[in-house]
């Protein structure tokens, strides 16, 4: 019966190369070689008649030669292909039947009367025990995808092979149970493994898109930041405007206090005192209203508790809180990230009072250079018109 396999073999491993769909990734000539050769493992720790073990192997080689039929009822297809195989080589009608009712004992959901159907289900299902089983089983989820039997993602996949390997399959041979089932359970064990990590990774996922909802949307915070970062700079370039203002109007008043005061007390320069002090009045007024406009304005600094639960002060505003102690101030804070709405108002005011101190010092500003230019202009007609009409017969030379 040797001969029988050979050419069992070679007929299987023609008609799987040339007949079968290149879409069946997992029943194909490599899933057959597979289960011949558990079926040869089983055999050799299983002790049969020499007619059981060809009837085996015979089933294992042609189990699935129904595919190159139909992906549906393919059992019975390959049990057919079978019979027309054996009949062709005289083999006896009993050896023939047996090889038919072992090829449909592969069957999922069929449970096994003997020996002999019992390892034809064992050896077919070998899979389950093996190191590369997520590969092989990921083969079978896009084989049934391809051929439109069915469509799982990696979630649903898993679940379904979960399921499977607690509920619908057991190993039936005792050498199977002693051998493969360990490994079959360490399989189980990485598949419920996969699906914890899968199912921290959701949560994990989920609690983002919770914080996500409830944090400020990046528009809202890019408003936030770009308004309250051009405020800043306004402020910058007022105080860097008085600075500039304070300091000419201050090189003014000393160049006149070290050379122009002095010769006022010559009569003959008389004529330069009302020019003078148009000068030093206008100058002096543009350092007050520059020193107005730096000037920093600190609140209380203080706050109470009443103040955070009615949401009354703005808590990332220094002057309000600069005179508590730091674990009142942290209370606060913890108090004010709880309530988004809080937050928010907090942002708001800070922009507000932020915007209300610009137009204060713009205004000023405003002034200051107003009164800046007025001074310079009057100065200098007040000194043209001291020199024309007041001054000595022969134009002197001025004071620097």
């Known amino acids: 019966m040797s001969d029988l396999i050979s050419k069992t073999e070679e007929y299987a491993t023609e008609l799987l190369s040339t007949k ?3 879409r069946y990734l997992y029943h194909n000539l490599r899933h057959t070689q597979r289960v011949v050769k558990s079926t040869k493992e089983l055999l050799e720790h299983i002790n049969l008649n020499a007619n059981e073990n060809d009837a085996l192997l015979v089933a294992a080689w042609l189990h699935d030669l129904g595919y190159t039929v139909s992906s549906t009822n393919h059992e019975e297809h390959s049990a057919v292909l079978a019979k027309k195989f054996l009949e062709n ?5 009993e050896f023939i039947a047996t090889v038919e009712r072992l090829i449909l004992a ?3 959901e069929y449970e096994p009367n003997n020996l002999l159907e019992q390892i034809i289900k064992d050896a077919d299902c070998s899979h389950f025990a093996q190191q590369s089983y997520l590969e092989t089983s990921e083969l079978l989820r896009e084989e049934l995808q391809q051929l439109g039997l069915a469509e799982y993602s990696t979630k649903e996949w898993r679940k379904k092979n979960i399921e499977v390997f607690q509920t619908m399959h057991r ?6 149970i002693e051998n493969w089932q360990p490994k079959k359970d360490e399989n189980l064990q990485a ?3 996969l699906k914890e990590k899968n199912k921290k990774l959701h949560k994990k996922e989920e609690l983002k898109v919770s914080l ?3 944090s400020p949307e990046r528009g809202i915070q890019t408003m936030f930041r770009v308004t309250m970062r051009n ?3 306004l402020s910058d370039i007022a105080d860097t405007k008085a600075n500039i203002l304070l300091s000419v109007n201050a090189i003014i008043i000393s160049l006149i206090l070290s050379n122009l005061i002095p010769k006022l007390d010559n009569p003959t320069n008389d004529y330069l005192v009302i020019p003078a002090a148009i000068f030093v009045i206008f100058s002096v007024s543009s350092m007050i209203m520059s020193v107005l406009a730096t000037r920093p304005n600190v609140t209380s600094g ?3 508790k009443a103040d955070v639960a009615n949401k009354k002060v703005n808590l990332l505003f220094f002057g309000n809180f600069h005179k508590m102690k730091l674990e009142d101030y942290e209370w606060a804070i913890k108090e004010l990230i709880k309530d988004q709405d809080y937050v928010y108002s907090s942002l708001t005011k800070d922009l507000y009072f932020l915007g209300l101190v610009l137009d204060k010092k713009y205004k000023l500003l405003r002034w200051t250079y107003t009164i800046f230019m007025i001074g310079m202009v009057l100065s200098v007609i007040a000194f043209f018109v001291a020199l024309k009409f007041f001054g000595p017969e022969r134009i002197m030379e001025l004071p620097a």
């Open 89 to 93: 080589l005289s083999c006896p009608k």
């Open 212 to 214: 996500k909802n409830k």
């Open 106 to 108: 592969t069957k999922m």
């Open 191 to 193: 598949l419920l493994k």
């Open 302 to 304: 203080e706050f109470s």
């Open 20 to 22: 079968l769909d290149n």
């Open 171 to 176: 190993y039936y041979t005792n050498y199977a």
């Open 231 to 233: 405020h800043l700079k």
